[in-house]
């Protein structure tokens, strides 16, 4: 990982540059780093899109979704160019080339890609076509992606080869936000720095492992495009998959990015790709109805605007996989997302073994749960030890309790945004925390088979109420093996 920290000068070349995304999530973030001195006066923006605007308007949309006060941010945004055009349109690229050729040297440039993903492909070829894939000297072109990296195995592997054809694997940095979250990279921490915790990190003491992505939102405003995608592809295929394989990849060597992707691969290799009948005893499909939150109404899925009447798409999943290999065998690793659920929360329990014999009698014990240990990646950062004390008096009764460890408390300075993070990253040309193209292949080899489940309806769509923690089913699933949600 990288420890230098200002980007060089770069022209950031955002597509889809009037849309939602780059609004909420990328101008903020380039904003922060103009802030906290990770860019100068020297960074450029170009934006393009179909939407027409001049480049005054575009500084001002810019100026909108930033609220900049930054002197440096300022300048830059004083300068920012817009084109307007179609993706696949020549002169929209022809645009592009004039700004480029208008700097006195070759650019440093940075592609951002956020428009609909079914344009991905094409501007990757338009910009090839242009001979603006490539570094003509000592500069660099990356270019980094957003999600939902393709629909399926075979459509990844379209997009895979689309980009390919236009920029080397090095060049790309695809995007998942969730590696950006400053407790997801702790996960690197507190596993490959402590001595505490590696003795115990597998199948002798681990019972299962539960990741839970709760979110209490519905589907806002995004109800076409959630429409087609679906929780399974919204969340699980990329943010649950990365936070999986760093939780149970092996030790890298180093920390750099070859060697910690290496072992995300392979971690990913060695999750079992499930039959239908596999998948039928061990996925849970569900999706909201209408329901309370926080004291207010919420209206089911299908009531949400831009979404079908009788539309079968899911806005839950829970899972158990299983992960073959020598660390993991045998322990059930469940995984559950949903939107409309009870609250918004991100964790990580693993939850260990009991004692191999209780001397205390059943009485004392009653209170005990199995100690557990929890990553909170969101909101309120922090690690969670629950273990067993003895109650104070005569009796010698047990309860379970809490040591916590919270990033607020401890830290003056609070988490950046993920993209901040990220985009940073991808100027400095730190590839860590991206996705390696063979990681999403695989990431979709496990999917792809759910997916098709889901649409021959090997899994039934079952509902539950806006306000609960999913479907019952998702507890049943738990049940099978004698396990519970620990987040209810
Ligand atoms: C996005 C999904 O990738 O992640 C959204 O498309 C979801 O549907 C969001 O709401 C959740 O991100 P976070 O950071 O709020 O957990």
Redesign the pocket.
């Known amino acids: 990982m990288t420890q230098n920290s200002t980007a060089p000068p770069v022209t950031f070349v955002i597509f889809g540059a009037s849309g939602d995304l780059t609004s909420r999530k990328i101008l903020p973030a380039l904003m922060g780093l103009a802030e906290d001195g990770h860019i100068g006066k020297d960074f450029n923006i170009i934006g393009v899109a179909r939407t027409e605007l001049n480049d005054k308007q575009f500084q001002q949309l810019i100026k909108k979704a930033t609220g900049t006060k930054s002197p440096t941010f300022n300048e830059i945004t004083g300068r920012a160019k817009y084109v307007t055009g179609e993706y696949t349109s020549d002169s929209t690229f022809n645009k592009l080339k004039e700004i480029f050729a208008s700097y006195k040297q070759e650019p440093n440039v940075c592609y951002y890609l956020a428009t609909i993903p079914e344009m991905f492909g094409e501007v990757a070829l338009q910009l090839k076509n242009f001979g603006l894939s490539k570094p003509t000297g000592s500069n660099f072109i990356r270019l980094v992606i957003e999600?939902p990296f393709g629909r399926s195995f075979e459509s990844a592997e379209k997009l895979n080869g689309s980009l390919h054809n236009a920029f080397d694997e090095n060049q790309i940095f695809r995007i998942d936000?969730?590696m950006g979250?400053e407790n997801v990279q702790n996960l690197l921490a507190l596993r490959f720095a402590n001595a505490i915790f590696e003795p115990i990190w597998n199948r002798r003491y681990v019972d299962n492992i539960q990741l839970t992505?709760a979110?209490s939102?519905g589907v806002e405003h995004?109800g076409g495009f959630?429409e087609s995608e679906g929780a399974l592809r919204?969340?699980v295929q990329?943010?649950v998959m990365q936070v999986l394989s760093l939780t149970l990849m092996e030790p890298p060597a180093f920390m750099d990015a070859d060697s910690i992707r290496n072992e995300k691969v392979k971690l990913l290799h060695s999750v079992e790709v499930m039959n239908r009948t596999e998948i039928a005893q061990n996925v849970v499909r569900g999706q909201y109805i209408a329901g309370i939150i926080d004291k207010t109404k919420a209206v089911a899925y299908r009531n949400e605007p831009g979404v079908s009447k009788s539309s079968t798409t899911e806005t839950f999943v829970a899972m158990r996989l299983s992960v073959d290999n020598w660390r993991w065998a045998g322990v059930p690793i469940y995984v559950r997302t949903g939107?409309r659920l009870k609250c918004?929360a991100?964790e990580l329990a693993l939850q260990f073994k009991r004692v191999p014999h209780m001397s205390f009698s059943q009485e004392l014990t009653h209170d005990l749960e199995p100690d557990i240990l929890i990553l909170r990646i969101?909101p309120d950062e922090g690690v969670s030890v629950r273990f067993g004390v003895k109650v104070p008096g005569r009796e010698f009764k047990l309860k379970t309790v809490s040591m916590d460890f919270n990033y607020k408390d401890e830290f003056k300075e609070q988490p950046k945004d993920?993209y901040q993070r990220l985009i940073l990253d991808a100027l400095l040309g730190d590839p860590t925390l991206f996705i390696r193209s063979d990681e999403v292949m695989q990431a979709w080899k496990i999917i792809t088979p759910i997916e098709n489940a889901f649409k021959h309806n090997i899994v039934p769509l079952t509902s539950y109420k806006s306000g609960t923690f999913g479907p019952v089913e998702s507890d049943k699933l738990l049940a099978q093996l004698r396990h519970k949600w620990h987040l209810t």
């Open positions: 999600k936000h969730y979250k992505v979110e939102l995004r959630y919204d969340i990329n943010h939107k918004r991100t969101q993920a």
